[in-house]
């Protein structure tokens, strides 16, 4: 494999975590098989829970390959861990903007009010602007 590919592929996931792993006990579970630059273990914003995966970030290609040999189908804290090497991060098309920038939320809003009507009075720049007043009848 080239130089350039063994830069790149330095992360792993590791999923099926227990919700009492933490940092710490990935960090312990891992080491052996070589330095560890980072371990990120993603968070659930509602639960405040991480989500049953992380990443680990090793020094040398050759480690993250030992790593997935010997983690992936073993067990850490009563559950069976699913160790390769990490994906990029895809984002989808749009995923990132406003939701007003997409032509959906136009279609959707689109003459849902009326337009105001205005007075004469609107058309003298010289007057306030008034609404005319709906009068209904029984």
């Keep these: 494999m080239s130089m350039e590919m063994n830069t790149e592929k ?4 590791v ?3 227990d919700e009492s792993v933490n940092e710490k006990t990935l960090h312990a579970a891992f080491i052996p098989f070589g330095e560890i630059k980072t371990i990120e273990i993603p968070l659930d914003h509602n639960t405040e829970m ?6 680990i970030e ?7 390959l030992h790593a997935i040999e010997n983690m992936n189908d073993a067990e850490l804290c009563g559950r069976v861990l699913r160790v390769n090497f990490a994906r990029p991060q895809r984002f989808k098309e749009g995923h990132h903007r406003p939701i007003w920038m997409e032509e959906e939320f136009h279609k959707k809003h689109e003459k849902l009010e009326e337009p105001e009507k205005l007075t004469e009075n ?9 609404k005319e007043e709906k009068r209904f009848f029984a």
Excluded: S, T
Excluded at 10 to 13: D, G, H, T
Excluded at 122 to 130: F, G, H, K, R, Y
């Design 58 to 64: 090793f020094e040398e290609y050759e480690d993250c």
């Design 10 to 13: 330095l992360v792993i996931y």
């Design 122 to 130: 609107a058309m003298n720049e010289d007057q306030p602007i008034v």
């Design 50 to 55: 991480h989500k049953g995966f992380g990443f």
């Design 15 to 17: 999923g099926g975590l």
